[in-house]
């Protein structure tokens, strides 16, 4: 396959960025996209040339690291995957493929595709935890959860921080990612007991960083790689009015 490539580049946060276009021949259509981008890479740095940052790290779909938005996609077109499990065969020989990083105030580039997304950690580290001392760990059936709990739970953990939900939102909204994090550990046993300080915090911490807010669109759903359901965003509506009322019953 012969391709044309438009890629943002960008030295840094605080330079301004453009768009420049690259000649890419001979990849296999058995390839994924990050290998087709280490192709390049290889080439600009044989031809003495800075080669193009971007996020990548285990390559099977797990990290949420490679952040692309692809011909208008985040993650590209097709649905249910990363970037890294996008192969060359979604695209035709003489295609002119469009890379940007993504854009929101609350994920600044770093370089090139390369996106500083620490924000998710930060709104993590609020609250998507528990800290409770609850010793060593139990046998599996010693507490008693239900199947469809377990279940719901376990699809909003699958969520792997990409941020893919924020790039699709028309208003840069983290609420899909905020709300996985605290239904995954709303829905079970372990998770009551900071169950209310935990949907206040996170939700303060995702409006310090800047992120937009959700207008229901569904574009977040929609461009997720894992599927992560907009029920969570419902849910986290609950807890949070349910935790600031109760919040004022307590004053």
Known sequence: MNLTLKVWRQKNTNTEGNFENYDVKGI???????????????????????????????REG?????????NGSPHGPNRGVTTCQLHMRSFKSGDTIT?????????????DLTVNRSSFDRIISAGGFVSVNTGNAQDANALPIAKEKADEAFAAAACIGCGACVAACKNASAMLFTSAKISQLALLPQGQAEREMRAEKM???????????CTNTGACEAECPKGISLENIARMNREYFGAVLSSKEHE
């Open 62 to 70: 797990i990290c949420g690291m490679c952040s692309m938005y692809i």
């Open 28 to 58: 296999s259509e058995d390839m994924s996209f990050l290998e087709m981008f280490d192709v390049l890479n290889e080439r600009l740095i044989n031809d003495g040339q800075e080669p193009i940052a971007f996020d990548h790290d285990c």
């Open 203 to 213: 939700v303060a911490q995702m409006d310090i960083e800047g992120f937009g807010a």
């Open 99 to 111: 890379v940007e990083p993504w854009r929101a105030s609350a994920f600044p580039v770093i370089k």
